[in-house]
């Protein structure tokens, strides 16, 4: 159980055109979700926290529109990066907390990331 | 910023217990001690948590100190699949706010 699903797994895009990445939580709730992105050789760095029904609370120094993130139901967040630059190539990682729900772990279960180059 | 402090890197041999450490001499009563990792290109995996008990699962179990300001994480018999940077987090409940934020890890490395 607590499966999380992130899509695409990579991406490759032009500079200037924004990507969507989308993360399901697949066989739980999740009223909150978290994104991350990550540098290489780097740790995981939170960008934002995302509720359902609710405006996203940004990590200081993450640009807001920039990184537009959108909760609309309890199973599904997304994270779109608009006008994309070399720069904002990274490895995003989202992750979902499954709550009180019996049987889980209280923890949050991470997506297997999303790989984006911006060319 | 991270609240634990964690070695860079360690060694470990094939078949033999890792123990990995972790301080974290500013935990609050209510913050849980959490540990994930993750390999190489994946998203982080978690392993086990714990508030003040001792724990143990399937994948490993993890010692918590009596004033909880450090702890260990122990993978009994280490393979080389369990090579991996070993995340220790200290957080509160969701409700309560608690957010996950990451340190540098442990790269632990397991050797044949």
């Known amino acids: 159980g607590a499966v999380v699903s992130q899509h695409p797994s990579w991406v490759i895009c032009k500079s200037g055109t924004s990507v969507k990445i989308e993360c399901r939580s697949l066989?739980?709730?999740?009223?909150?979700m978290f994104w991350y992105r990550q540098f290489p050789k780097q740790s995981l760095m939170l960008m934002a926290t995302?509720?359902?029904?609710?405006?996203?609370?940004?990590e200081q120094g993450v640009e807001k529109d920039k990184f537009l993130i959108n909760h609309a139901s309890l199973t599904l967040s997304t994270l779109t990066v608009t006008s994309a630059h070399p720069e904002d190539s990274s490895f995003y990682i989202c992750?979902?907390?499954?709550?009180?729900?019996?049987?889980?772990?209280?923890?949050?279960?991470f997506g297997s990331g999303t790989r984006l180059t911006v060319v | 910023d991270a609240k634990t402090t964690q070695p860079p890197s360690m060694d470990c041999a094939e078949g033999r217990a890792a123990n990995l450490p972790c301080n974290h001499s500013?935990?609050?009563?209510?913050?849980?001690v959490y540990w994930y990792r993750q390999i190489h290109s994946q998203g982080p995996q978690y392993i086990i948590h714990?508030?003040?008990n001792n724990e143990t699962n399937e994948m490993a179990s993890l010692i918590i100190t009596e004033d909880r300001k450090s702890s260990t994480l122990i993978l009994p018999h280490a393979t080389l699949r369990d090579t991996a940077v070993y995340y220790c987090?200290?957080?509160?409940?969701?409700?309560?706010?608690?957010?996950?934020?990451f340190g540098q890890g442990t790269e632990l490395s397991v050797k044949p």
């Open positions: 500013t935990i609050s009563g209510n913050e849980y």
């Open positions: 987090i200290v957080r509160a409940l969701l409700n309560q706010g608690g957010k996950l934020i």
């Open positions: 066989d739980f709730q999740a009223t909150t």
């Open positions: 995302s509720n359902e029904g609710s405006k996203a609370t940004y």
């Open positions: 714990g508030l003040k």
């Open positions: 992750s979902a907390a499954a709550g009180a729900t019996p049987g889980h772990n209280y923890g949050y279960t």
